[in-house]
């Protein structure tokens, strides 16, 4: 069987240098907010061209922290998109904001015409927009921020599935006000458990998220404000900062397998990822569209391939979202992609002789 993602080959590539981090860290006897996490810290800000970065919990600990960094509070209106992962959704849940659903556009991320007509027609103020750069490929920002600053509106950026992605040359993270990520263990970045992380360049925003993250302490005897507790520990830390060493390469390398898949399934009647200019795309995962989407999954798996469905339903038809009110205008897109995507074996260790096994299973498939 060819799996559709692989976390034991990720650990496995670095095995010998994340097994001699994870011993340091536990000779060291410090496992909550020690060297290992501030070090991953400044790495981490500095490859992503930014000066401050906060490790929590989880991706989703990441969007509602940076949320309430910003103000964002009870009530409130989160623009958002549907078709993403539920923690989007979650986060802004979480604080007592209602998530705003807008469409998407063909490379699945936030459509900026949908942004703007909802904007127009709300007539309640709008506290943020949360924006997705769904499966590694960056929204278009340099809209959306346009359209964000005429209306006065604070940018989040979920980044969680597009570490090292850039638009223009610029790392996605650096457009809105904050950035947060994921290293849960499928992601190009991958923990070997959960882990999270906030990026941002305003001082001010960064000492909020310090204390947010941990009671509300800047002294342990004194909670300033009403945190909690979301740390990114030192174990995950230490593996984290030998991963990061290797992210440039293993996205190089998710690019080539890209770059196989478009050349070899060119000629097939399916629906290939869209790159949108001046976007490079990191691949986190490898999307095609086709009609009969589960007809030709249960031909791969009968060959032995392995895919997977992300995601088969919009947040705005599962059973906890479906308010009237988060879905103000229709989600013609995202509705139809929901029906037809399909994601292809990625991940960084996939050999040329895999490769090759994928695409001639789909062209039986299809034939």
């Not at 600990?61 to 958002?80: F, H, K, S």
């Not at 174990?235 to 293993?250: G, H, N, S, T």
Request: proline content about 5%; glycine content about 6%; overall charge negative.
């Amino acid at each position: 069987m060819i799996p559709q993602c692989s976390p034991k080959a990720s650990y496995q590539a670095h095995k010998s240098e994340i097994d001699g981090a994870i011993s340091r860290v536990l000779e060291s006897g410090w496992y909550v907010l020690g060297e290992e996490c501030q070090q991953f810290e400044r790495e981490y800000a500095n490859f992503n061209q930014l000066p401050y970065a906060i490790g929590v919990a989880s991706g989703t600990d990441a969007v509602e922290i940076a949320l309430r960094g910003v103000g964002v509070g009870q009530g409130d209106n989160v623009i958002t998109v549907s078709h993403t992962a539920v923690a989007t959704a979650a986060a802004i849940r979480r604080i007592g904001a209602d998530p705003l659903f807008v469409d998407i556009s063909a490379d699945f991320t936030m459509d900026p015409k949908s942004l703007q007509w909802l904007i127009a027609k709300l007539k309640e103020p709008i506290a943020a927009i949360v924006v997705v750069h769904l499966y590694g490929h960056p929204a278009d920002m340099r809209t959306i921020m346009e359209i964000a600053s005429s209306n006065k509106i604070t940018v989040i950026e979920d980044c969680a599935q597009a570490h090292g992605a850039t638009v223009e040359g610029l790392p996605v993270g650096s457009f809105g006000e904050a950035a947060c990520y994921s290293f849960y263990p499928t992601k190009n970045l991958a923990a070997l458990g959960d882990g999270g992380m906030i990026v941002c360049s305003d001082e001010g925003l960064y000492q909020q998220c310090l204390l947010l993250r941990q009671y509300g302490w800047r002294d342990r005897a004194n909670s300033e404000i009403q945190g909690f507790n979301s740390r990114l520990d030192e174990i995950q830390a230490a593996i984290l900062r030998v991963k990061l060493k290797y992210l440039r390469p293993a996205n190089e390398r998710r690019r080539e397998i890209a770059d196989y898949y478009f050349q070899n399934l060119a000629d097939l009647p399916l629906r290939l990822p869209r790159i949108a200019k001046g976007a490079q795309h990191v691949f986190h995962q490898f999307v095609i569209r086709h009609s009969a989407r589960d007809d030709l999954r249960s031909e791969l798996m009968n060959q032995n391939i392995d895919t997977a469905i992300h995601y088969p339903k919009p947040v705005h038809r599962q059973s906890a979202y479906m308010n009237p009110g988060y879905a103000p205008m229709p989600l013609i897109q995202t509705d139809r992609i929901c029906q037809e995507i399909l994601s292809l074996p990625m991940y960084p260790q996939l050999t040329q002789a895999e490769l090759e096994l994928v695409c001639n299973a789909i062209h039986k498939a299809m034939n």
